[in-house]
């Protein structure tokens, strides 16, 4: 017999029954909710007179639709509002525990999750987000659910599932000076293309993968989706552990200890067998910009826009085609010689303390350009803001002519009032730049936190490594 | 749930490869607490040459002549010939509930994004996977043919054109067996309450920590 894949055993750990045809009833342990996606399936359970079946297994959050200016006043905008109010509502009359949008904790749901240990490595975690693979990172089994499904969560705490293909993403080597997560992930994506993971749970593992930190760990497992997979994990090592040590919501003492080893044990088998292997050098990897519409359509820095017209693109001419039209990018243009109008650090795929340590020590005492009529941080979580600032960043962001602001989704989607007007050009470090992602008619190069940054210094991007 | 068996529906073709959720249905209207009324908001930024909001009156808009939706022939379209990894992105089931509400019932591609194929099961609308070649073939007859209906029979598992060409599709027969039925899933897991009952009661044991969770320390 071979050996079990990471995924392999998370998901054999949760099969509360299996049906016929590989249709398995599968257990729940952590539901994130936040408030789009949740109002349909608190009316679903009670127009059907059923109650949440654990709701300590439930932590709700209001992330997309949160003002990211001062909120002393709420929400301006009534049908915002609204949705906010319904979460808060929901969550008081099912006793589901809520961080407020006023609560220190607010923050987005994928950043609060493990800020708080109420992710932990082995769970099964869910959420009516595609960005749940981030908690994924811990070795838990993390995936994006419909509204349907966060109904049979609440009502149930299991779901019919059938078990996906193991992939394996293996990262060897070490990246160069100034390679981020960021630009790991990017580059995978760029590789398998956005469909590169349909049906699949990726493992992202080799050497660049261990080296990350929890929070690069997280970036990379955040963009798993955009690769299409609905999961992807990184086994348990002492980062994980170190990590969630003293987190609110983490075991103590004996439990702490019982965990721990249990937790060790979330690694594939020497013997495993995966269906799909993809190995990348990390040294071949560079500060990444996506120039398209998808998150495939991503280069190097020192790379250029392609032609759709060269042979290489002939299967993919026409999307290249409307993905420049879209953008307004000529073929060939050099990516430096690319001018922004706005820029945007923040999201559940950059937002961390890491991130912002990182996009902050690029500003060495220089200024956003006069070109850049916007820049923006926003912090994934009240607890992040408050670190940075223990630290020093905001005054450091601020002076150099960013904007510092309050938790929450913000530019990434642009459910907010935050978004770019149409034709604006934004350097983003979240993981979408479909398009009118952050706006209508806005376009979108997504990016590390520092490439954003030093992007906002130049007015165009710039090889953060000699910058 | 409502029920899927047979269908015989105009077809639309709209061939474009990775249709994300966000061209679907555009975040501002994810703001709805309801289930209902995506419709007029299905694939608003290429329908409409304004932008839209929530809460306009769809007679006040401009619709964008050009996007094939508008076009009077394919009035009344119940199945969309889609392009490879349709449905894309987000999970917002928004996109499912826009579709359905617009009037489509199946969508047939190449291939699907995973979580958006789950999500139009839970709302009758059948994802049907062909291969790209016979794919391409409908969105061409579609394209040539005013007036090109297909014949789906989720029974038979199979696709008929109008010239009476059979494409079988593969299905999950427990997702055939609720659509068909138009079964609730809940109601049918929660007649295993005993099973997941004791599969707690294993776990609180063998893994006590998942079960120490947020309420012992809430704030
Ligand atoms: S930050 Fe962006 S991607 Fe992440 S949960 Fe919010 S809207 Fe979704």
Same mark, same amino acid.
């Given at each position: 017999?071979?050996?079990?894949?990471?995924?392999?055993?998370?998901?054999?750990?949760? &099969?509360? #029954?299996?049906?016929?045809?590989? /249709?398995? =009833?599968?257990?729940?342990? $952590?539901?994130?909710?936040?408030? !789009?996606?949740?109002?349909?399936?608190?009316?679903?359970?009670?127009?059907?007179?059923?109650?949440?079946?654990?709701?300590?297994?439930?932590?709700?959050?209001?992330?997309?639709?949160?003002?990211?200016?001062?909120?002393?006043?709420?929400?301006?905008?009534?049908?915002?509002?609204?949705?906010?109010?319904?979460?808060?509502?929901?969550?008081?009359?099912?006793?589901?525990?809520?961080?407020?949008?006023?609560?220190?904790?607010?923050?987005?749901?994928?950043?609060?999750?493990?800020?708080?240990?109420?992710?932990?490595?082995?769970?099964?975690?869910?959420?009516?987000?595609?960005?749940?693979?981030?908690?994924?990172?811990?070795?838990?089994?993390?995936?994006?659910?419909?509204?349907?499904? &966060?109904? #049979?969560?609440?009502?149930?705490? /299991?779901? =019919?599932?059938?078990?996906? $293909?193991?992939?394996?993403?293996? !990262?060897?080597?070490?990246?160069?000076?100034?390679?981020?997560?960021?630009?790991?992930?990017?580059?995978?994506?760029?590789?398998?293309?956005?469909?590169?993971?349909?049906?699949?749970?990726?493992?992202?593992?080799?050497?660049?993968?261990?080296?990350?930190?929890?929070?690069?760990?997280?970036?990379?497992?955040?963009?798993?989706?955009?690769?299409?997979?609905?999961?992807?994990?990184?086994?348990?090592?002492?980062?994980?552990?170190?990590?969630?040590?003293?987190?609110?919501?983490?075991?103590?003492?004996?439990?702490?200890?019982?965990?721990?080893?249990?937790?060790?044990?979330?690694?594939?088998?020497?013997?495993?067998?995966?269906?799909?292997?993809?190995?990348?050098?990390?040294?071949?990897?560079?500060?990444?910009?996506?120039?398209? /519409?998808?998150?495939?359509?991503?280069?190097?820095?020192?790379?250029?826009?392609?032609?759709?017209?060269?042979?290489?693109?002939?299967?993919?001419?026409?999307?290249?085609?409307?993905?420049?039209?879209?953008?307004?990018?000529?073929?060939?243009?050099?990516?430096?010689?690319?001018?922004?109008?706005?820029?945007?650090?923040?999201?559940?795929?950059?937002?961390?303390?890491?991130?912002?340590?990182?996009?902050?020590?690029?500003?060495?005492?220089?200024?956003?350009?006069?070109?850049?009529?916007?820049?923006?941080?926003?912090?994934?979580?009240?607890?992040?803001?408050?670190?940075?600032?223990?630290?020093?960043?905001?005054?450091?962001?601020?002076?150099?002519?960013?904007?510092?602001?309050?938790?929450?989704?913000?530019?990434?989607?642009?459910?907010?009032?935050?978004?770019?007007?149409?034709?604006?050009?934004?350097?983003?470090?979240?993981?979408?730049?479909?398009?009118?992602?952050?706006?209508?008619?806005?376009?979108?190069?997504?990016?590390?936190?520092?490439?954003?940054?030093?992007?906002?210094?130049?007015?165009?991007?710039?090889?953060?490594?000699?910058? | 749930?409502?029920?899927?068996?047979?269908?015989?529906?105009?077809?639309?073709?709209?061939?474009?490869?990775?249709?994300?959720?966000?061209?679907?249905?555009?975040?501002?209207?994810?703001?709805?607490?309801?289930?209902?009324?995506?419709?007029?908001?299905?694939?608003?930024?290429?329908?409409?040459?304004?932008?839209?909001?929530?809460?306009?009156?769809?007679?006040?808009?401009?619709?964008?002549?050009?996007?094939?939706?508008?076009?009077?022939?394919?009035?009344?379209?119940?199945?969309?010939?889609?392009?490879?990894?349709?449905?894309?992105?987000?999970?917002?089931?928004?996109?499912?509930?826009?579709?359905?509400?617009?009037?489509?019932?199946?969508?047939?591609?190449?291939?699907?994004?995973?979580?958006?194929?789950?999500?139009?099961?839970?709302?009758?609308?059948?994802?049907?996977?062909?291969?790209?070649?016979?794919?391409?073939?409908?969105?061409?007859?579609?394209?040539?043919?005013?007036?090109?209906?297909?014949?789906?029979?989720?029974?038979?598992?199979?696709?008929?054109?109008?010239?009476?060409?059979?494409?079988?599709?593969?299905?999950?027969?427990?997702?055939?067996?609720?659509?068909?039925?138009?079964?609730?899933?809940?109601?049918?897991?929660?007649?295993?309450?005993?099973?997941?009952?004791?599969?707690?009661?294993?776990?609180?044991?063998?893994?006590?920590?998942?079960?120490?969770?947020?309420?012992?320390?809430?704030?």
């Amino acid at each position: 017999m071979t050996g079990k894949t990471l995924y392999d055993k998370v998901w054999d750990a949760h &099969v509360v #029954h299996q049906q016929e045809e590989g /249709t398995v =009833l599968l257990y729940i342990d $952590r539901h994130l909710v936040h408030e !789009v996606t949740s109002p349909q399936a608190f009316e679903g359970l009670q127009l059907a007179g059923r109650k949440p079946w654990r709701t300590s297994s439930m932590l709700a959050v209001a992330d997309h639709n949160v003002p990211t200016t001062d909120r002393a006043g709420g929400i301006t905008d009534p049908v915002s509002r609204l949705q906010v109010e319904t979460l808060d509502a929901n969550c008081e009359a099912y006793g589901v525990v809520e961080f407020k949008m006023n609560d220190l904790r607010q923050g987005i749901v994928h950043v609060i999750g493990p800020e708080q240990g109420a992710t932990l490595p082995g769970m099964t975690v869910v959420c009516g987000d595609s960005h749940t693979s981030t908690h994924g990172a811990f070795g838990a089994l993390a995936f994006g659910i419909g509204t349907s499904e &966060v109904e #049979h969560v609440m009502a149930t705490q /299991t779901l =019919l599932q059938k078990k996906s $293909r193991n992939m394996l993403v293996s !990262v060897d080597g070490q990246v160069g000076p100034g390679v981020t997560a960021k630009d790991i992930v990017l580059a995978i994506i760029g590789r398998i293309g956005t469909a590169g993971g349909n049906g699949c749970t990726i493992e992202f593992a080799g050497e660049a993968i261990r080296a990350l930190s929890m929070e690069g760990r997280m970036s990379v497992c955040n963009m798993s989706i955009e690769a299409g997979a609905r999961a992807g994990m990184i086994a348990v090592d002492d980062t994980t552990i170190e990590y969630l040590k003293g987190r609110p919501f983490a075991p103590t003492g004996d439990m702490w200890d019982a965990a721990e080893s249990a937790w060790r044990e979330l690694q594939s088998d020497a013997d495993a067998q995966f269906d799909e292997v993809v190995r990348l050098d990390a040294a071949d990897i560079e500060p990444q910009v996506s120039w398209g /519409t998808s998150p495939e359509m991503v280069t190097s820095v020192n790379g250029h826009v392609p032609d759709p017209s060269a042979d290489d693109y002939a299967s993919k001419r026409e999307g290249y085609q409307r993905a420049l039209d879209y953008m307004d990018l000529a073929p060939d243009t050099p990516m430096i010689d690319i001018m922004l109008d706005r820029v945007f650090i923040g999201s559940c795929t950059n937002s961390r303390i890491e991130d912002l340590r990182a996009a902050a020590a690029v500003i060495r005492e220089r200024k956003v350009a006069d070109t850049i009529k916007q820049a923006m941080v926003v912090p994934g979580s009240g607890l992040v803001k408050r670190q940075a600032e223990e630290e020093g960043l905001d005054k450091l962001f601020m002076a150099a002519g960013f904007e510092w602001r309050e938790p929450g989704c913000s530019m990434c989607l642009a459910m907010n009032a935050d978004r770019l007007q149409p034709g604006e050009r934004c350097a983003s470090t979240s993981n979408r730049n479909f398009e009118g992602r952050q706006g209508q008619g806005g376009r979108t190069h997504l990016v590390s936190p520092a490439m954003a940054a030093a992007a906002a210094i130049a007015g165009h991007f710039v090889d953060v490594r000699h910058f | 749930m409502q029920s899927f068996t047979t269908l015989k529906g105009l077809a639309v073709p709209l061939m474009r490869a990775n249709v994300d959720t966000d061209a679907i249905i555009p975040k501002q209207f994810l703001k709805s607490i309801k289930r209902s009324g995506f419709g007029v908001n299905l694939f608003d930024e290429w329908r409409y040459k304004d932008a839209g909001f929530p809460g306009q009156d769809p007679a006040t808009r401009q619709p964008n002549p050009d996007f094939v939706l508008n076009e009077p022939r394919y009035q009344g379209a119940q199945v969309l010939i889609a392009g490879e990894n349709f449905g894309c992105g987000s999970s917002r089931e928004h996109a499912v509930w826009a579709l359905d509400d617009y009037g489509f019932r199946s969508v047939i591609a190449p291939g699907f994004a995973d979580i958006f194929h789950n999500n139009s099961f839970k709302s009758g609308l059948l994802p049907i996977v062909l291969d790209k070649p016979i794919v391409e073939k409908l969105a061409t007859e579609c394209a040539e043919r005013e007036g090109y209906q297909l014949d789906i029979d989720l029974e038979a598992q199979t696709v008929t054109t109008p010239d009476g060409e059979v494409h079988p599709f593969e299905v999950d027969s427990f997702r055939k067996y609720c659509l068909l039925n138009g079964f609730d899933d809940i109601e049918l897991t929660l007649q295993q309450r005993f099973r997941i009952e004791a599969y707690e009661e294993r776990r609180r044991t063998s893994a006590p920590w998942l079960f120490d969770s947020i309420d012992s320390r809430s704030p």
